[in-house]
């Protein structure tokens, strides 16, 4: 059974950064292309970031030059690193395969940024 276990949201004020970790097990990690999704309340899921097993990324252009996605085989772990984050980046923030499957998705994690 695949399970995955998002962390380390929380409030930030403008401009602040978070470091959101994506812990994975029941599944082969290292041959997996991950990515980071959020929804904002009222709005539809979207995806931000995508690492693919080879370590290519691409990213949401909403996010780019502010986010770094990465992750480590070892740990099976994907990160989100968000800096000079914005309100609008506000949202519950999930990992997930790339292109995502619907028995992946776990509770998420909430960042909020406001002053």
């Known amino acids: 059974q695949v399970q995955l276990v998002e962390s380390g949201g929380g409030l930030v004020q403008p401009g602040g950064s978070l470091r959101l970790s994506c812990a994975v097990s029941?599944?082969?990690?290292?041959?997996?292309?991950w990515g980071w999704y959020r929804q904002a309340p009222g709005n539809q899921r979207e995806l931000v970031a995508v690492?693919?097993?080879?370590?290519?990324?691409t990213y949401a252009d909403s996010v780019k030059g502010r986010f770094t996605i990465s992750r480590d085989n070892a740990k099976n772990t994907v990160y989100l690193q968000m800096n000079s984050l914005k309100p609008e980046d506000t949202a519950v923030y999930y990992c997930?395969?790339?292109?995502?499957?619907?028995?992946?998705w776990g509770q998420g994690t909430q960042v909020t940024v406001s002053s």
């Open positions: 029941g599944a082969i990690f290292s041959i997996n292309t």
């Open positions: 997930n395969n790339f292109p995502s499957r619907d028995n992946f």
């Open positions: 690492n693919t097993m080879h370590g290519t990324t």
